[in-house]
């Protein structure tokens, strides 16, 4: 069995991006959270916690779909999470 590197993921897949985001976050409870578990647990590093901004800056334009930051967040922070419309999102290659 092989295993592929999660920074070579991106060599095998492809985004349509749609301009209505798929997942929405109200960063005012990032800022009370005490973990932000999120931002490591991304596999596409769509969380980043700004420091100087106190605030958390998520793009949606990379995600995977694989679902681990709605079960890593425990304080309830998205205004919206689902999957992308109908021909949106990442499509994954096998080769
Ligand atoms: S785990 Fe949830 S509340 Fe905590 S920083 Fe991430 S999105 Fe915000
Ligand atoms: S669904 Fe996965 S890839 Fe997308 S933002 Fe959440 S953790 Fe990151």
């Known amino acids: 069995m092989s295993y592929i ?5 991106f060599d095998t897949t492809s985004f ?5 985001a ?8 990032c800022l009370a959270c005490d973990h ?4 490591c647990a991304c596999p596409a590093r769509c969380y980043t916690w ?16 694989c679902g681990t930051c709605y079960v890593v967040c425990d ?3 998205f205004t919206r999470w689902r999957y992308p419309r109908g021909g949106f999102g ?6």
């Open 5 to 9: 590197n999660i920074d070579e993921i």
């Open 16 to 20: 349509t991006i749609d301009k209505e």
């Open 22 to 29: 798929h997942i929405v976050i109200d960063s005012k409870f």
């Open 36 to 39: 932000r578990g999120c931002e």
């Open 50 to 65: 700004s420091e100087d901004d106190q605030k958390m800056d998520f793009v949606y334009d990379g995600c995977l779909e």
């Open 75 to 77: 304080q309830n922070a």
């Open 90 to 95: 990442v499509s994954f290659r096998m080769t």
